[in-house]
């Protein structure tokens, strides 16, 4: 393709809303435009990726067994009430106005109100469905460009089971089919989330990549692939060890002390020498959560534990039940149920709060002096603690899913009531599963990931062009025709050329776009070199320069690529 002929309106500044670097890069090469909040336009060269994308998924849904389909995106609203679902998406769902219309934010629905008039029989089954099409969602914040939009494209896909062994095997493919489309892409992905692995289980795994932009933060240990939210993840518990003498409890006058790190100064104490506490009212009692030095509680483990509702107790209750405020409370004499992180298991010598403003206990030892004390894993994971499987350090980063397989079960077939005879005559509801990838997704995850200050850098299978052809002049006769020339040649193999043939202009200025687009080879014509019979090629990763002669040029550029 001819630049001077493309509408590739390439940006020298970052436009002033974008923050996340794949989305400044895309409105910077012009590959996409915003047309409302979370509402995007994808220009050619932008749409060559996506098109890349979706070649890539395709093969690899084929190579399982899927059958493509494209289905309405606007949805009878009535077939949604079936699973209850206009409720339970909320405001995230589109309506069309004056109209009982949805526009679907996934397509559960449409696709069982298919099987359910059509796979009546076990001999139907197993069935794999997929399309590549829209979704609308009406996302609350819609940032980051085209990685949370409000339309966006989804590669879904359905399986239909008669047994949940079957279900289970059409859970695998996906599983590997995700692998091999997200490896293909060269994205560092990561899984969070194993099946249950039993039968009839609903597991569900989540594809993520590392990302500013991303809304989960995760604990990820890159040795043995461990990946878990944070809200859930465990870490190697390295207890307190307990001290072989205990002292005797004495209270310490510790005035306008508040914090862990306060009282470790004024009493010249390391951290985990101190037992933090946090007052929650758990169905209407009171619970102290002890944790070590500056462990924060990891609020979703303690309502998993705990059960019931849960929330930390005001400042005033807190008053009342300990006669002290926050900074000051302590499990000795504290009324009420304790419940320790397992980090503090049988510990002694602990500093902590007296329940009395301005004074701290020491020589705490909970075995002693904690009657009816329980232990849990309450803590919120950080980065450096070891892993649980295999005990190298674990990351926490925010990162965003990109793909989500998921066993559904009989849930859509129950509601929806999409029964089948089995081989004994029985009717039963098909078992199904979900599987999404977010196209979009992909692609900004890869610039995220594949990128410098200058620009994009794109690998051979998902770059828009394979090379960025440059003439130096374009008012030199034998520039024009040597990239004429060596245009038509690659061409004609198959090497997807995009030719800066632009008139005006300058030098500079084209090598800054080919290094913003990122195109993985650039050739470069000039007059000087050509006089020899040679043009420059430059690799945009490594930034390696060659002189190739013409001759060979068609047969090293191959080499290049490959
Ligand atoms: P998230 O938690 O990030 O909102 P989700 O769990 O709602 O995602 P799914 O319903 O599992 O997403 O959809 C399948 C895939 O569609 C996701 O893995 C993601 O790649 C993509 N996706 C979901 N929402 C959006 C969006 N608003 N914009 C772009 N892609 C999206
Ligand atoms: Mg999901």
Same mark, same amino acid.
């Given at each position: 393709?001819?630049?001077?002929?493309?509408?590739?309106?390439?940006?020298?500044?970052?436009?002033?809303?974008?923050?996340?670097?794949?989305?400044?890069?895309?409105?910077?090469?012009?590959?996409?435009?915003?047309?409302?909040?979370?509402?995007?336009?994808?220009?050619?060269?932008?749409?060559?990726?996506?098109?890349?994308?979706?070649?890539?998924?395709?093969?690899?849904?084929?190579?399982?067994?899927?059958?493509?389909?494209?289905?309405?995106?606007?949805?009878?609203?009535?077939?949604?009430?079936?699973?209850?679902?206009?409720?339970?998406?909320?405001?995230?769902?589109?309506?069309?106005?004056?109209?009982?219309?949805?526009?679907?934010?996934?397509?559960?629905?449409?696709?069982?109100?298919?099987?359910?008039?059509?796979?009546?029989?076990?001999?139907?089954?197993?069935?794999?469905?997929?399309?590549?099409?829209?979704?609308?969602?009406?996302?609350?914040?819609?940032?980051?460009?085209?990685?949370?939009?409000?339309?966006?494209?989804?590669?879904?896909?359905?399986?239909?089971?008669?047994?949940?062994?079957?279900?289970?095997?059409?859970?695998?493919?996906?599983?590997?089919?995700?692998?091999?489309?997200?490896?293909?892409?060269?994205?560092?992905?990561?899984?969070?989330?194993?099946?249950?692995?039993?039968?009839?289980?609903?597991?569900?795994?989540?594809?993520?990549?590392?990302?500013?932009?991303?809304?989960?933060?995760?604990?990820?240990?890159?040795?043995?692939?461990?990946?878990?939210?944070?809200?859930?993840?465990?870490?190697?518990?390295?207890?307190?060890?307990?001290?072989?003498?205990?002292?005797?409890? @004495?209270?310490?006058?510790?005035?306008? %002390?508040?914090?862990?790190? +306060? $009282?470790?100064?004024?009493? *010249?104490? =390391?951290?985990?020498?101190?037992?933090?506490?946090?007052?929650?009212?758990?169905?209407?009692?009171?619970?102290?959560?002890?944790?070590?030095?500056?462990?924060?509680?990891?609020?979703?483990?303690?309502?998993?534990?705990?059960?019931?509702?849960?929330?930390?107790?005001?400042?005033?209750?807190?008053?009342?039940?300990?006669?002290?405020?926050?900074?000051?409370?302590?499990?000795?004499?504290?009324?009420?149920?304790?419940?320790?992180?397992?980090?503090?298991?049988?510990?002694?010598?602990?500093?902590?709060?007296?329940?009395?403003?301005?004074?701290?206990?020491?020589?705490?030892?909970?075995?002693?002096?904690?009657?009816?004390?329980?232990?849990?894993?309450?803590?919120?994971?950080?980065?450096?603690?070891?892993?649980? @499987?295999?005990?190298?350090?674990?990351? %926490?980063?925010?990162?965003? +899913? $990109?793909?989500?397989?998921? *066993?559904? =079960?009989?849930?859509?077939?129950?509601?929806?009531?999409?029964?089948?005879?089995?081989?004994?005559?029985?009717?039963?509801?098909?078992?199904?599963?979900?599987?999404?990838?977010?196209?979009?997704?992909?692609?900004?995850?890869?610039?995220?990931?594949?990128?410098?200050?200058?620009?994009?850098?794109?690998?051979?299978?998902?770059?828009?062009?394979?090379?960025?052809?440059?003439?130096?002049?374009?008012?030199?006769?034998?520039?024009?025709?040597?990239?004429?020339?060596?245009?038509?040649?690659?061409?004609?193999?198959?090497?997807?050329?995009?030719?800066?043939?632009?008139?005006?202009?300058?030098?500079?200025?084209?090598?800054?776009?080919?290094?913003?687009?990122?195109?993985?080879?650039?050739?470069?014509?000039?007059? @000087?070199?050509?006089?020899?019979?040679? %043009?420059?090629?430059?690799?945009?990763?490594?930034?390696?320069?060659?002189?190739?002669?013409?001759?060979?040029?068609?047969?090293?550029?191959?080499?290049?690529?490959?």
């Amino acid at each position: 393709m001819r630049l001077s002929k493309s509408f590739i309106p390439t940006l020298k500044e970052v436009p002033n809303d974008a923050v996340v670097k794949s989305h400044i890069l895309m409105l910077r090469a012009g590959m996409i435009r915003m047309v409302s909040a979370g509402i995007y336009s994808f220009l050619p060269l932008g749409y060559r990726v996506i098109r890349k994308i979706t070649d890539i998924i395709r093969e690899e849904m084929n190579a399982i067994g899927g059958q493509e389909f494209h289905l309405p995106a606007l949805n009878p609203r009535e077939i949604w009430e079936e699973t209850n679902r206009v409720e339970s998406f909320g405001d995230i769902l589109f309506h069309v106005k004056n109209r009982d219309y949805v526009l679907a934010p996934t397509h559960e629905e449409i696709m069982t109100y298919h099987a359910r008039n059509v796979l009546k029989s076990y001999k139907d089954l197993p069935q794999i469905w997929y399309q590549i099409q829209t979704k609308f969602r009406n996302e609350a914040r819609p940032r980051s460009g085209v990685i949370r939009g409000r339309q966006f494209l989804m590669k879904d896909s359905y399986t239909f089971d008669a047994t949940w062994e079957q279900l289970d095997y059409a859970y695998g493919l996906h599983d590997k089919a995700y692998r091999k489309i997200f490896n293909k892409c060269d994205l560092k992905y990561f899984v969070v989330g194993a099946s249950s692995g039993a039968m009839g289980g609903t597991g569900s795994e989540e594809f993520m990549v590392k990302s500013d932009a991303g809304e989960d933060t995760v604990a990820y240990c890159e040795h043995c692939g461990y990946a878990a939210n944070v809200e859930v993840a465990v870490s190697k518990i390295e207890g307190k060890k307990r001290e072989s003498k205990s002292e005797e409890l @004495k209270e310490i006058s510790t005035p306008s %002390v508040k914090s862990i790190d +306060e $009282l470790c100064t004024f009493l *010249k104490i =390391g951290e985990t020498q101190c037992a933090k506490s946090r007052v929650y009212i758990h169905d209407g009692k009171a619970v102290l959560i002890l944790m070590l030095g500056n462990d924060e509680v990891n609020e979703m483990k303690l309502q998993k534990v705990l059960g019931g509702t849960i929330r930390p107790a005001h400042p005033d209750e807190l008053k009342e039940m300990t006669g002290a405020d926050a900074g000051s409370i302590g499990p000795i004499g504290f009324k009420g149920r304790i419940i320790a992180d397992l980090k503090l298991k049988d510990s002694n010598n602990l500093f902590s709060g007296a329940n009395k403003n301005d004074f701290h206990i020491g020589g705490i030892d909970l075995q002693r002096d904690v009657k009816n004390i329980e232990y849990e894993d309450f803590r919120i994971v950080k980065s450096g603690e070891l892993c649980a @499987k295999c005990e190298k350090p674990l990351e %926490v980063f925010t990162a965003i +899913e $990109l793909g989500h397989i998921f *066993k559904l =079960g009989t849930k859509y077939s129950e509601s929806m009531k999409a029964m089948f005879l089995d081989e004994n005559g029985k009717e039963n509801p098909l078992i199904m599963g979900s599987y999404g990838i977010g196209v979009e997704r992909v692609m900004a995850c890869y610039i995220e990931q594949h990128h410098d200050e200058k620009g994009m850098i794109w690998d051979k299978t998902l770059a828009p062009f394979h090379v960025h052809l440059i003439a130096l002049n374009m008012r030199k006769q034998d520039i024009v025709d040597a990239c004429g020339k060596i245009y038509d040649e690659l061409s004609q193999v198959g090497i997807e050329v995009l030719y800066d043939d632009r008139l005006d202009a300058q030098a500079g200025f084209k090598f800054n776009d080919a290094d913003l687009l990122g195109m993985p080879l650039q050739i470069i014509v000039g007059e @000087k070199k050509l006089r020899e019979n040679k %043009v420059e090629v430059k690799v945009r990763k490594s930034g390696e320069r060659f002189d190739i002669i013409l001759d060979d040029l068609t047969i090293k550029v191959k080499e290049l690529l490959a």
